[in-house]
């Protein structure tokens, strides 16, 4: 279960990161984002943003580490950014402020309840592989094996959320008269 959970996180918390720092532009819209959502001063915006960057680069970088401590570590840091997240975005979606959700890179889904859920999910997996990489024995070729593949789908499911719930809204098409149809 261990290497399945740091399948998952590492994989979100990877794609996070670099969505963050990677390709023109990318930081600063996440650091517009963190602005407009309207939870710190104004010159606590940049350094918060740098601070939620750092701390994800050392969740997947931790987590990649075969020994349990780092990998506990990792997963405390992951569980204490999931956490933070999840209150910050319950502050927000309760202020009714339509922020995009640049978790994963440019997105205009607005921050929503389902966010929070996601946040709150995640937590519960860091909470349970930092017990977890304490708790196994030794690992097996064939749990690895499945493990090792379930993590990574979960993780990247978890990352194309918003995604995926574009992909299965209903269609919403103007009436025929509109239309230009009799």
Do not use: Y
């Not at 600063?28 to 963190?34: E, G, L, V």
Request: proline share 6%; aromatic share 8%; with cysteine.
């Amino acid at each position: 279960m261990g290497i399945g959970i740091r399948c998952l996180i590492g994989t979100v918390f990877l794609v996070s990161s670099f969505s963050k720092v990677a390709g023109r532009g990318a930081f600063a819209a996440f650091t517009t984002s963190i602005r407009d959502m309207g939870l710190l001063p104004r010159a606590l915006v940049r350094p918060a943003a740098w601070a939620v960057v750092i701390a994800e680069f050392a969740v997947w970088a931790l987590l990649a580490v075969p020994a349990p401590a780092p990998a506990a570590v990792g997963f405390v840091i992951a569980l204490g950014l999931l956490v933070a997240f999840a209150i910050g975005i319950t502050a927000v979606v309760r202020r009714g402020v339509r922020a995009p959700c640049r978790c994963f890179g440019a997105s205009a889904t607005p921050l929503g309840p389902r966010h929070v859920v996601r946040n709150v999910l995640l937590a519960v997996a860091s909470a349970l592989g930092a017990v977890a990489v304490f708790s196994t024995g030794a690992l097996q070729v064939a749990g690895v094996a499945v493990a090792v593949p379930c993590g990574l789908l979960l993780g990247g499911l978890t990352v194309a959320l918003d995604d995926l719930f574009v992909l299965f809204q209903p269609v919403r098409t103007a009436p025929a008269a509109a239309r230009g149809l009799r």
